[in-house]
């Protein structure tokens, strides 16, 4: 039987690819290994239920196909099977939603002792800012926006005088400290994704979004954008760098503060100004 | 089983309503072109459908060359890349799937399945495909207009939608805002007809539960596509005006091309709700029209009744209601509340539950069945094997955790085409070759029909099923080309030259199909009335394919449900619904 044949060779070929394929995710770089945990519970219960249907299927067509003289069952329902069935289903549904939720539960919730780095995206690149010694970012709002000031710090708060702003580079991370990730956006919807990472949230103008993860291997990251933002979508992108804490540090040092930037910039444009650059 | 013994008078009411004299086309212009009659509104719901599903085809074709091979094709750019994307998924969720399911497969059937001459309101049937005409044609303006079409995704959502970095910012988002107004303008005329013919006008003995699935899905589906597509009216009003007037229902304070904006004070999320409010009940809106139909197929050919009909039943409405109390999971990193995860996540995993009875009632029915591998039947089980595929894909981001991850990657394009693509298409395609005879009088050709569903299915299959590895890997989805990322391989690049190759093969065995709709219109065999010997009304009618008003001097009467296959005792493998018990005989069971 031929089609039955076939059936049973996509059941078999479809699980023989998941083994065997060269593709799958890439190394992990986060604490989030509880997700790609979820994630092997569901492909192990929804594997068992695609194979066992699809063998099913090729065998009622291999066993009841047409022929000559046969007749089929006459059996409109049969409530035992039925109730079981959705009682075995909900069972497999339970399974893989309890984990999840218990990750999602962890995903939401920020230790208390994370740093916070904040992320922007804008058409189509993006800026990051670090708390300064004070460990706390400033207020930032989009009127402010100049090309003095490209992230939109508020210059009368004190906590922003000291934030580290990095625009066109790379952000750095330092290994095993946890980071909550503070989204922002400009103009249109972007998000923060690197693939190691596993977390990503979208980035959406006039909010502030989150997530946050905990570094556990060194590396260089792609950074790319998630979220459909125009033209240049697909050339938005960045390097993560996890590295250290003493590398971390040492880069940290050679990074402008806004109030260093914005000094240099007053400085700039008074020269300007004047004539005599 | 139980055996029940037959009370014909109990069973079937006397009529309250005397039969209604029809509307009579008097010129060639009011029978075949401004038609009042359902059956010719169906055909012109179907054939422009496929007219602008094909423009939806070819865009694929557009999309997968560059993606298969990036850098090949100079007349494909990235803006135009965005064109394709969006355009290709409109017109196949909106302008081809609900159309032909509800438009096309809802206007042919439902009056001949419930034994009506035509729809309740005639004349607002007709507007209804105007209409439609209208948005489609407004919806495919857009192609010559300067700017080209959006390229803001099918989401279309703002801000990006309708600010300068998005290809179509000028003239193409405001025609497919107004073509969406349209739409939903001209579908609200067909589907109130469609639920009030299935309430009011059903013949004598046909209860509700008698209708064939067909009939239940179609009829859910209206009724949700009826409270869903509001919201995406109101969304695309409030985005029309902001692009317009300068409202901000959806922008906040904003830097456009790094000028502040007029802008301010709105929220982006908020066009989410709304469109998700309509974007998941749209999802089974085009599927449980396939799941009706599918039932029906799977009973037919395989000569048995459906398993479980009165659990197929309720699951179709479970399904409807729950549809919409899940639509945020299509927002799980959108940054709204995050504790609404929770909620969500629950909702739509429990929806798998009744999803899941109606997988294993399918293959039930073909358990001890007589399966007759026909063209329909190797449709349905395709059907069978990419729904099962994309709804077990949907468990994984449907959990929100899990969804984190693999959104907006390729994992999500490789899902919702298996699941809302194919499999649907699956039964679109399955349905014509079953219904064919019924609207044409002659049967299509079967060779050829074989040969279009081992291409169609094993190519979309081969298409889609890697394509959940390379989203798995983290590809993201909208990518006019991968560039440089030390995360994919070189082999991923080869994937996508695979499935480009593919999906060029697979476009190519539809017009082997095309061919065979025109080819037997005129040389295939004659069918006669009822070649699938199938129970349901629409195949007992006195002509096919069916005269104006269906049933020539009497309505039928009905006097058993839709599945009365190869009952023990009786002399066929079928009893059409219309026939009557022998007198004082003891038979059939009267669910």
Redesign the interface.
């Known amino acids: 039987m031929a089609?039955a044949l076939?059936?049973l060779l996509?059941a078999i070929g479809?699980v023989l690819?998941h083994l065997f394929?060269?593709?799958?995710?890439?190394p992990i770089a986060t604490n989030?290994g509880?997700?790609d945990d979820?994630?092997n519970i569901?492909f192990w219960?929804?594997g068992f239920?695609?194979t066992a249907?699809?063998l099913?299927?090729a065998y009622?067509?291999f066993r009841?196909?047409?022929k000559e003289g046969?007749?089929?069952?006459?059996?409109?329902?049969?409530k035992k099977?039925?109730w079981w069935?959705?009682v075995g289903?909900?069972v497999g549904?339970a399974a893989?939603?309890a984990p999840?939720?218990v990750?999602?539960?962890q995903?939401?919730t920020v230790p208390a002792d994370a740093t916070e780095v904040e992320i922007m995206g804008?058409?189509?690149q993006w800026s990051f800012r670090l708390p300064g010694k004070d460990g706390r970012l400033g207020t930032s709002d989009?009127?402010n926006?100049s090309p003095e000031n490209p992230m939109g710090l508020n210059r009368d708060d004190p906590h922003g005088q000291d934030d580290v702003v990095i625009e066109n580079g790379d952000l750095h991370l330092p290994i095993g400290k946890p980071v909550k990730v503070l989204?922002r956006s400009?103009?249109?919807?972007h998000?923060f994704?690197v693939?190691?990472f596993?977390?990503?949230?979208?980035?959406?103008?006039?909010?502030v979004?989150y997530f946050w993860i905990r570094p556990i291997r060194t590396g260089?990251?792609?950074v790319?954008?998630?979220?459909?933002?125009?033209?240049?979508?697909?050339?938005m992108?960045a390097k993560v760098i996890v590295e250290a804490e003493s590398d971390y540090h040492a880069w940290l040092e050679q990074q402008k503060t806004f109030a260093g930037l914005s000094g240099r910039n007053a400085v700039v444009r008074a020269k300007y100004n004047s004539g005599d650059d | 089983?139980v055996d029940v013994p037959y009370d014909r008078i109990a069973d079937i009411p006397p009529a309250e309503v005397p039969d209604v004299e029809l509307y009579h086309p008097r010129s060639w212009w009011t029978r075949y072109v401004f038609s009042q009659d359902a059956k010719v509104i169906a055909i012109q719901y179907s054939l422009t459908a496929s007219a602008i599903g094909l423009v939806a085809l070819v865009l694929s074709w557009l999309m997968r060359l560059q993606l298969g091979f990036p850098g090949t094709f100079s007349f494909i750019d990235?803006?135009q890349y965005?064109q394709f994307i969006t355009m290709h998924g409109m017109i196949m969720v909106i302008y081809l799937l609900t159309a032909l399911f509800l438009g096309g497969f809802g206007n042919y059937l439902i009056p001949l399945m419930v034994g009506a001459r035509d729809m309740v309101f005639p004349y607002v049937n007709m507007l209804s495909y105007w209409v439609y005409l209208l948005a489609v044609l407004v919806l495919a303006s857009a192609f010559f207009v300067p700017g080209g079409p959006t390229?803001?995704?099918w989401t279309l959502?703002p801000?990006?939608a309708i600010?300068s970095?998005?290809?179509g910012q000028d003239w193409g988002i405001v025609l497919m805002l107004s073509s969406l107004i349209l739409f939903i303008i001209g579908f609200t005329m067909g589907g109130l007809n469609y639920v009030v013919t299935v309430l009011q006008a059903r013949t004598r003995g046909m209860t509700l539960m008698r209708l064939p699935l067909t009939v239940w899905g179609i009829f859910t589906a209206t009724v949700m596509a009826l409270l869903a597509f509001p919201a995406l009216f109101v969304g695309s009003v409030m985005l029309l005006l902001d692009r317009l007037l300068g409202t901000s229902f959806f922008m906040?304070?904003?830097?456009?091309?790094g000028q502040?904006s007029k802008y301010g004070g709105?929220?982006?999320?908020l066009f989410q709700h709304l469109f998700w409010f309509f974007g998941h009940p749209e999802v089974y809106i085009v599927a449980l029209p396939a799941f009706g139909i599918v039932s029906d197929l799977i009973s037919t050919h395989?000569?048995?009744?459906i398993?479980?009909?009165?659990?197929m039943v309720w699951a179709i409405v479970a399904i409807g209601a729950l549809s919409f109390v899940v639509w945020a999971h299509h927002m799980y990193?959108?940054?709204m509340y995050?504790?609404f995860?929770?909620f969500f996540?629950?909702t739509t995993?429990?929806i798998?539950?009744p999803t899941?009875?109606k997988?294993?009632?399918w293959?039930?029915t073909?358990?001890?069945?007589?399966?007759?591998?026909t063209v329909p039947m190797?449709f349905a089980?395709g059907f069978?094997?990419t729904f099962?595929?994309g709804g077990?894909?949907g468990?994984?981001l449907g959990?929100?955790?899990?969804d984190?991850?693999l959104?907006?990657?390729m994992f999500v394009v490789a899902h919702f085409h298996m699941v809302m693509g194919v499999a649907p298409i699956m039964v679109v395609l399955g349905a014509i070759y079953h219904w064919y005879p019924k609207v044409t009088g002659r049967m299509l050709n079967d060779v050829l029909g074989k040969f279009h569903f081992w291409v169609t299915f094993?190519g979309a299959?081969l298409i889609f099923?890697?394509m959940h590895?390379?989203g798995?890997?983290?590809v993201?989805r909208?990518?006019?080309?991968?560039?440089d990322?030390?995360?994919i391989?070189p082999?991923?690049h080869s994937?996508n030259a695979f499935i480009t190759v593919v999906a060029l093969t697979v476009g190519f065995a539809q017009m082997v199909f095309l061919f065979n709709l025109v080819w037997s219109l005129f040389e295939g065999e004659p069918s006669g009335g009822n070649p699938w010997r199938a129970t349901t009304l629409e195949w007992q009618t006195p002509e096919t394919p069916p005269g104006h008003g269906n049933w020539g001097k009497q309505l039928p009467i009905v006097y058993r449900w839709a599945?009365d296959?190869?009952?023990?005792g009786a002399a066929q493998?079928f009893i059409p619904q219309n026939q009557p018990p022998p007198t004082g005989a003891v038979q059939g069971?009267a669910?």
Request: glycine letters at 6%; aromatic letters at 16%.
């Open positions: 089609v076939i059936l996509i479809s690819f394929s060269p593709w799958w995710w890439t989030w509880y997700i979820t994630i569901t219960i929804t239920v695609f249907v699809i099913f299927m009622c067509v009841f196909h047409h046969r007749q089929a069952a006459y059996n409109p329902e049969n099977l039925e069935l959705s289903t909900g549904v893989m939603l999840g939720l990750v999602w539960h995903f939401v804008q058409q189509w989009v009127r926006i989204l400009v103009d249109v919807l998000d994704y693939p190691e596993r977390a990503k949230m979208d980035m959406v103008p006039g909010m979004t260089t990251f792609d790319l954008c998630a979220e459909l933002c125009g033209a240049a979508h697909y050339q992108r | 089983m990235a803006n965005l390229g803001a995704g959502y801000p990006q600010l970095g998005t290809p906040p304070t904003l830097v456009e091309m502040l709105g929220s982006p999320l395989a000569r048995k009744n398993f479980g009909y009165r659990m990193v959108s940054g995050p504790y995860g929770f996540a629950t995993l429990i798998a539950i899941a009875i997988v294993y009632n293959v039930l073909l358990w001890h069945g007589d399966i007759h591998l190797l089980l069978i094997i099962v595929n077990l894909t468990l994984f959990n929100v955790v899990v984190v991850p959104s907006d990657t094993l299959y099923f890697p590895y390379l798995l890997l983290g993201p909208r990518y006019f080309e991968l560039g990322a030390a995360f391989p082999s991923a994937l599945y296959y190869s009952v023990p493998d069971v669910p």
